[in-house]
Structures are given as C-alpha cells and as structure tokens.
C-alpha cells in the first residue's frame, strides 16, 4: 500500500465548476498536508499547505484535511482554464525531511 | 527573488555512463532536496541536504550521491545509468526558519533520458 494515495484521472470539467480534489493516507504520523499545481514540462508549484486537520481558503483554493478518515482535499472554486495542470498532495514524511507524494490527477478545465 | 534554478534542462546519456545534475537553490535557502518524478508518477524522494551534509536518503541505490557547496547550491550524481533512471530529476530548496519543511519550492527539473 502506498503512503499516499491519489485517483490519477484524468478530470475533464467545464470552465465555471467547482472541483474536488482528493487523496488519502496511511500514516497516522503524517501533521502536514501540502497541495502542489504541475504544469507539463515545469516543476511543481506549492499551492498551499495545511498542519493537522481542519480548513484553510487561498482566493478560490480550500485545502481540507481530515486526519480521523486519514483524507485530504483541495477544492477549486470557479474553475478557469488555466487551472489545467496536474494536482499533487503531499505529505511531509517522518523525520519532516521528505514530501511523500501521491501519483497526482490531471485536471483538464475546458472554456 | 530568483527562485530554485537546475541545469541542464534536458539530458540524452547511454546505459553505463555517468551523470551530474546541478541545482542553485532559492536566495535565503540552506536545504536542498532531490526527487526522481517518473512519466505518470508523483516525486520520489531521493535525498536531502543541510549544511553541506546528508540530512535523509530514500530508497535509491549507493549510486546516486550528492553534494551540497558552501552557497547552499547541490549536485546529483547518478553512476552506472541504468534505463530506469529516465525520468524528471527535481531540486527543491527550503527556508531555514519555520517548522518542518513543509515548505519546499521546486525547480523546474532536468529530464534525462537514458538509452
């Protein structure tokens, strides 16, 4: 079983939507949670991070996390073309010295 | 701010050979971290460096070393290529305060493809 655990999609959504992102864990060790956008070809971009369970906004981005079903979520609001890219969580290792990834979901927001 | 900078941007090597990557992290940034990113998979971690010395290592083989100089930039060195190491080789750079690291800021990688 993967540490991270992330549904690769594709998702294909018009422009507009709302989209739920999602991953799972299985470490109960895991405090930080962090969303990264990857655009082709680029290096992850960090969009937000969040320590321990609960709730935090960023303009149209929540990132959620819910440490008792051990599940993270990042949501987008108003979604635009250029959200197009793909989502990865991450979670800091123990040790807090390594990000442990899921496989990330492409995200495809069309006009 | 310049941020987290890698070259070469792209590799073709052969089977056998060996390879150097090169990182220069963000201004401000003591720790460097490198990660393998296969076609289709998230970053693996490969190992990290702090002060110049090796602060954590992944799953990866002896022949995949590293180095971190005195201005905080890193190399990855990679012997004995083997076909799976084709992949995107990613440099990430931290802050030295605040907590965990969980703030790590990627360059944009340099993709390898070994033949």
């Known amino acids: 079983q993967k540490e991270v655990e992330q549904d690769p999609g594709p998702l294909s959504v018009p422009e507009g939507a709302i989209v739920s992102l999602n991953c799972t864990y299985s470490?109960?060790?895991?405090?930080?949670f962090m969303w990264y956008r990857q655009y082709s070809r680029k290096g992850p971009e960090l969009l937000m991070y969040t320590y321990s369970s609960g709730n935090k906004e960023d303009g149209r981005f929540t990132a959620q996390v819910d440490k008792s079903s051990k599940y993270i979520s990042l949501f987008i609001r108003d979604s635009q073309p250029s959200d197009s890219a793909t989502y990865l969580c991450?979670?800091?290792?123990?040790?807090?010295?390594?990000?442990?990834f899921g496989a990330g979901t492409r995200l495809a927001v069309h006009p | 701010e310049t941020g987290v900078t890698q070259s070469p941007t792209h590799l073709i090597k052969t089977r056998g050979q060996q390879v150097t990557l090169r990182c220069s992290s963000q201004s401000g940034h003591n720790t460097v971290s490198w990660y393998q990113q296969a076609l289709g998979q998230g970053p693996q971690f490969i190992f990290q460096y702090y002060r110049e010395e090796e602060n954590g290592r992944g799953n990866f083989p002896p022949r995949f070393s590293g180095l971190q100089f005195p201005n905080y930039s890193s190399e990855l060195n990679v012997n004995a290529l083997e076909l799976d190491d084709s992949a995107l080789y990613l440099c990430?750079?931290?802050?030295?305060?605040?907590?965990?690291?969980?703030?790590?800021?990627f360059g944009p990688g340099t993709r390898l493809l070994v033949l």
């Open positions: 991450a979670s800091l290792g123990g040790g807090y010295n390594k990000l442990i």
């Open positions: 990430a750079s931290s802050p030295p305060t605040g907590g965990a690291g969980e703030t790590q800021y």
């Open positions: 470490n109960s060790a895991f405090q930080y």
